[in-house]
């Protein structure tokens, strides 16, 4: 029997704005996302791609339709089982490398030297022990996004969420973080879901779902996939 989905949207819609300025971002969108799902959302800029993983996370609410999370309780229960990596990596100066990576877990009420060790671990696994002690400014993009990818992974989020996580990359160092991303989501037996624009990105992930003018096409999944290292 095929588990819970993390999350389900049934129908679900967001509209922005009244009268003349009412845009819908999403239309009626029906989808569910699973553990070990490896999911691309493309579409071009204003799509919806946006409005979509925000409502997968969470931290926006449908204005129609619904959205629920069955395999991991209710919307309150979300912080920490849901972990979203953005554009920017939003890394806090003052702290080192390892410190950011903590914090979500000091905040989430962990002892210090328990969060001080998964922290450490969590950069490990995505090969970047090397920057523990590095400050934010210290780091390259790629290398700032990768922290992120760590931060997320930290918090062993069952699913895992990325809006444009390459966007200010180049290919290289996005491939690296895309790579850091699919490994972190590997190892918290974490459901994916990268929204971009990067065909190369999506060629990486085993599903594609499609954004456009705001409908999510059916989605596609590509025959006899195997992962492209680059
Ligand atoms: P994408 O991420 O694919 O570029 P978005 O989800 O950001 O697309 O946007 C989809 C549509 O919704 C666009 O027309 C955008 O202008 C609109 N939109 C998104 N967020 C808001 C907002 N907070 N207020 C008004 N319109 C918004
Ligand atoms: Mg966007």
Known sequence: MK???LVSCVDAARTFGR???WVVAVYSATCDVYAGDRIALVGQSGSGKSTLIHLLAGLDLPTAGTISWP????RRDLPGRVAVVFQNPSLLDPLDVTENVALPLLIGGMDAAQ????ASAALALLDLTDLAAKLPEELSGGQAQRVAAARALAGRPKLLLADEPTGQ???ISGAQVIAALIAAADEAGAGLVIATHDL?????????WRMIDGRVALPVARPNFEVVSS
Do not use: C, I, Y
């Open 3 to 5: 588990s819970q989905p």
């Open 19 to 21: 009268g003349e300025s």
């Open 71 to 74: 395999a991991l309780g209710a």
């Open 115 to 118: 969060a001080s060790e998964r």
């Open 169 to 171: 990359l180049d290919h």
């Open 200 to 208: 190369a990105v999506s060629k990486r992930l085993a599903t594609t």
